[in-house]
C-alpha cells in the first residue's frame, strides 16, 4: 500500500503564523479565506469549523456571483424548476462525500432553531437499475440492463473496516464477479476461505480441465481458490506462475466468450464484461499492483483500453457498451472530441473497483431534488450557523505575493454587485417548502435592482470593467489562503504562482480540462409507457452528444409548477455528454453565448434523431414533437426545455488523461507558505472528477491547515 503523499509539515505553518505575529502565535484566531464556494471549498470550511476545533478558526468564503456549488450547483428557475449544470448522481462508494452531508443534515436537525431539510435518507434515494447502450446497426439500439443487489450498510456509515490490503480484496471481489458470471448464483462472499492445498496451481489447471460449458464449476472452483491463494499471499518466487494460472484463467473465460458471441447468445454481453475484468486480473499480476509503492497509479501512464488489449482484452471487449459507458461517465474525450476517447487506467481501475465492489445501499443514489437544494443549501445553513461568513458576488482576478515570492500577500477581487450599508445578502429562496438557491441573483436585495448588471453573466469568465476592485490583505484580512477555484481558472487569476513555481506551471499544463454540456425536458405525458427499449431510469454508452441521461421525473414533486399555475409534468429527462473545444474563438461573453446555441441546436437534432428510438412518442414524422413538453412554446421563457453550455473555466470538468496524474499538486503540499489548494483536480486519493474527489481534497485541505481530520479518518486516501 503506497504511503499517503505528505509533502511538507504544519510547523511550517506555525512559523509562518509566528513570523506574521511577531510572536508564538499558537493561541490566536487564526483567519483563513477560502476562494471559491464548491464541494472542495465548503468541505474545508466545514472542517475547520468543526465545533471539536473549539473556533481556533475564522472562516471567510469568497464566492463569484450568486450561489454556491460549483460544477455542482442548480438553480430554480421558471415555475421553480430544477436547473442543473449536468447529471448530478451520487455512487454508493462516496463515502467521505455521504459522511459530509450526514454530518451536516445530523448538526442542522439538532440544532436550537430546527432544520427544514429533514433526514439525510429522504434526501437520497436508492437507484440499483443501471443500463447501457449497444448499437446493433439496422435495428437501432440495444440496451443491456441489470439491478444490482443491496450490500450492507449505508454510504458514510462510519463501521467502514480498512482491508489490510484493498487490492486484495477487489481482486477477490473481481473473482467472485467471475464465478457468478459463470455460474450465474450469489456472489460468494469474499471472506470464504477454502482449504489450499500444497500444490494449489496444479489443483487449479486440473479444475480447469474439465472443458468449457461442462467444466463450469470447476472453473467456479478454481477461481474460488485463486482467490484464496492470492489473499493468503504470495512469494516473489510464485509471482512467475500465479502470472501464468490467470492466464490460463482468462483464455478459459475468453474462449467462451468467443464461442457464444459467434453463436449471437444474448447474454453476450456478459461475456464481454467477464474478459474484461480477466484481462484486468492478468494486468494485476503481471505488473504486481499487490503490494506495489506506487499502487495503481503505477499504471497512469496507460489509457485503460491499451492497457486491457495489452493484458488480452479482445477488440469486441474494449470497444463494449460497458467501456464506453466508463469513458463516457468521465468525459474521458481529450478537448471533448469523441474520436479522442482518453482515460488514465490506474484512476479509471480504482474507480470502476470501488464502484462495483466498494458500494454501500445501492449502487447509485438519487437526490430527491436538486443538488443545490440538497447538498449545497444544507451545507451554507450549517456553516451560516457555525459562525462562516460568505461574501458573495466577489470575483477572484489576482493571487498576489509577497516580496520574497514565498506567501501570498495579498487577494485582489472585483465587487459584481452592491448590498446596502449595514446588510447581507440572503441568497436562498423557498420552493415547495425547502430552501433553494435561485436561477439568477435575488435582484431586490441589491442596489442594481435593475436586472443583470450590464448584461455581464456574473457566473462566466468575462469581466466587468466597471466593477470595484477589492483587495485583501495578509495580516489584516488573513493569515491562510484555501484556492478553491477550478485548474481552468489558475492562468488567470494566479498568474504570480504559476511564474513563481515550475510545478505548478507543469500541473496546469498536464491537468486538462473539458468542456461539457447539458439538456433537460419536462413532458406532459410519460413517454416510456409502451417504449420498445423499456429505458433504464439512469443509462450512459448512448448516442453522442448526449451519452448519458436520467430519468428523473421523481425530482417534479420538489418543483412549484402547480404554484406557477401549471399543470403537474408527468416526466423529467435530463442529458449530458462533452462539449467539443472549437479553437478560434474570441473570448468573452460571445464565446459563451455561441456555445449555448451550440448545445440548443445539437439538442433538437438529438431530439428528432437517436431520442426518438428510445421514446417514439417524443417525435412526430422527423420533427420533435413539441406538443409534449410543458409550457406554451411560443413563449420566451421555454418552460418545458433548458439546456447550458459549461464552457467558464470553473464550470470545466477535470479530466484523468494518461500521464497527468503525476502531475497534480496535493493539498498537503507547501510550495508557498500561506496557501493550500482544493478541488477535484488536486492529488487527493481518488484523481477523478466527481464530488467524492472534491471533498477528500477538501478535508486534506483542512488537514494543511489544522491537522484535522486525521489523514486516517479519510476513506480511500490510502488506496492503493
Known amino acids: 500500500m503506497k504511503p499517503p503523499p505528505v509533502q511538507g509539515s504544519r510547523d511550517s ?39 471539536k476545533l473549539a473556533g481556533r478558526h475564522q472562516i471567510n468564503v469568497y464566492q463569484q456571483g450568486w450561489r454556491l456549488g460549483g460544477k455542482g450547483a442548480s438553480g430554480r428557475g421558471v415555475a421553480g424548476r430544477i436547473e442543473e449544470h449536468g447529471l448530478h448522481v451520487w455512487l454508493g462508494f462516496y463515502e467521505n462525500a455521504f459522511g459530509l452531508i450526514r454530518r451536516a443534515y445530523a448538526e442542522l436537525a439538532e440544532h436550537p432553531l430546527g432544520s427544514p431539510f ?4 429522504d434526501a437520497f434515494l436508492p437507484e440499483p437499475n443501471v443500463g447501457v447502450f449497444a448499437p446493433t446497426g439496422e435495428r437501432g439500439w440495444q440496451v443491456w440492463r441489470t439491478s444490482f443487489p443491496p450490500r450492507p450498510g449505508l454510504p458514510g456509515d462510519p463501521d467502514l473496516e ?85 492466464q490460463e484463467v482468462a483464455a478459459v473465460v475468453r474462449d467462451w466468450t468467443r464461442e457464444r458471441l459467434l453463436a449471437d447468445h444474448p447474454d453476450g454481453h456478459v461475456w464481454l464484461v467477464a474478459e474484461l475484468v480477466t484481462a484486468s486480473l492478468v494486468g494485476t499480476v503481471r505488473h504486481r499492483l499487490i503490494g506495489h509503492p506506487e499502487g495503481l497509479d503505477a ?16 477488440e469486441a471487449a474494449v470497444q463494449s457498451p460497458f467501456m464506453r459507458g466508463m469513458y ?134 468575462e469581466r466587468d470593467v466597471a466593477a470595484t476592485e477589492i483587495v485583501l490583505r495578509v495580516g ?45 425536458l419536462w413532458l406532459r405525458d410519460d413517454l416510456s409507457a409502451g417504449a420498445p427499449l423499456g429505458a433504464p431510469r439512469i443509462a450512459s454508452a448512448f448516442a453522442k452528444p448526449f451519452d448519458t441521461w436520467c430519468d428523473m421525473r421523481h425530482v417534479i414533486p420538489e418543483e412549484g409548477w402547480a404554484e406557477a399555475g401549471y399543470d403537474l409534468p408527468a416526466m423529467a429527462l435530463y442529458f449530458c455528454g462533452a462539449l467539443a473545444d472549437l479553437p478560434g474563438l474570441p473570448a ?7 456555445a449555448s446555441e451550440r448545445v440548443r441546436r445539437a439538442a433538437i437534432t438529438f431530439l428528432e434523431g437517436p431520442a426518438g428510438d428510445v421514446w417514439p412518442r417524443l417525435r412526430e414524422g422527423a420533427q420533435v414533437n413539441w406538443a409534449r413538453l410543458v409550457g406554451d412554446l411560443r413563449s420566451d421563457r421555454n418552460e418545458g426545455f433548458y439546456w447550458r453550455a459549461n464552457v467558464a473555466a470553473s464550470d470545466r470538468y477535470t479530466l484523468c488523461l ?48 489544522s491537522g484535522s481530520p486525521p489523514l486516517a479518518s479519510i476513506v480511500g486516501f490510502d488506496h492503493p
Open 162 to 246: 480498512p482491508s489490510e490490503d484493498p487490492m486484495i480484496t477487489y481482486v477477490a471481489g473481481a473473482l467472485a464477479m467471475l464465478r457468478t458470471l459463470v455460474l450465474d448464483t450469489v456472489i460468494v462472499p469474499v471472506s470464504e476461505k477454502p482449504v489450499i492445498a500444497d500444490d494449489w496451481p496444479l489443483s487449479i489447471r486440473r479444475m480447469l480441465d474439465g472443458g468449457l460449458m461442462a467444466g463450469a464449476v470447476a472453473v467456479s472452483q478454481a477461481l474460488m481458490l485463486l482467490a484464496a491463494g492470492m489473499r493468503e499471499g504470495l512469494r516473489e518466487s510464485e509471482s512467475d506462475e500465479l502470472l501464468a494460472l490467470v
Open 299 to 314: 499504471l497512469d501512464d496507460w489509457d485503460c483500453r491499451d492497457w486491457l488489449r495489452t493484458n488480452g482484452a479482445s
Open 13 to 51: 505553518r506555525g512559523e509562518f503564523l509566528a513570523m506574521l505575529a511577531g510572536e508564538d502565535a499558537a493561541t490566536d484566531v487564526i483567519h483563513v479565506a477560502i476562494v471559491g464556494g464548491g464541494c472542495a471549498g465548503l468541505t474545508t470550511a466545514f472542517e475547520l469549523s468543526d465545533p
Open 118 to 121: 429533514g433526514d439525510w435518507r
Open 476 to 520: 489584516r484580512d488573513f493569515d491562510f489562503v484555501v484556492l478553491a477555484v477550478g485548474v481552468g481558472a489558475l492562468p488567470v487569476v494566479a498568474s504570480q504562482l504559476l511564474a513563481r513555481s515550475p510545478r505548478w506551471r507543469v500541473m496546469v499544463d498536464q491537468v486538462k480540462t473539458v468542456a461539457t454540456q447539458a439538456f433537460q
Open 658 to 705: 494518461p500521464g497527468s496524474t503525476r502531475w497534480r499538486i496535493s493539498p498537503l503540499a507547501l510550495d508557498f507558505d500561506n496557501l493550500t489548494v482544493a478541488g477535484d483536480w488536486t492529488a487527493n486519493g481518488l484523481n477523478t472528477g466527481c464530488i467524492e474527489a472534491a471533498v477528500m481534497s477538501g478535508m486534506l485541505a483542512s488537514n494543511a491547515l
Open 588 to 594: 468573452g461573453a460571445g464565446t459563451a453565448h455561441m
Open 328 to 461: 463516457d461517465l468521465a468525459m474521458a474525450y481529450e478537448d471533448g472530441d469523441p474520436a479522442r476517447p482518453r482515460l488514465a487506467a490506474g484512476a479509471a481501475l480504482r474507480g470502476t473497483v470501488r464502484m462495483f465492489f466498494g458500494y454501500r445501499g445501492a449502487l447509485f443514489w438519487r437526490m430527491r431534488a436538486g443538488m443545490g437544494d440538497t447538498v449545497f443549501a444544507p451545507l451554507y445553513e450549517c456553516l451560516r450557523r457555525r459562525g462562516v461568513r460568505f461574501h458573495f458576488f466577489h470575483r477572484l482576478t489576482d493571487v498576489v505575493l509577497g516580496a520574497d515570492r514565498s506567501h501570498v500577500a495579498a487577494l485582489t477581487f472585483d465587487r459584481q454587485a452592491t448590498l446596502p450599508d449595514n446588510t447581507s445578502y440572503d441568497p436562498l429562496i423557498s420552493v415547495a417548502g425547502r430552501p433553494c438557491w435561485p436561477a439568477e441573483a435575488r435582484w431586490e436585495q441589491l442596489l442594481e435592482r435593475g436586472g443583470a448588471k450590464s448584461g455581464i453573466d456574473m457566473e462566466g469568465d
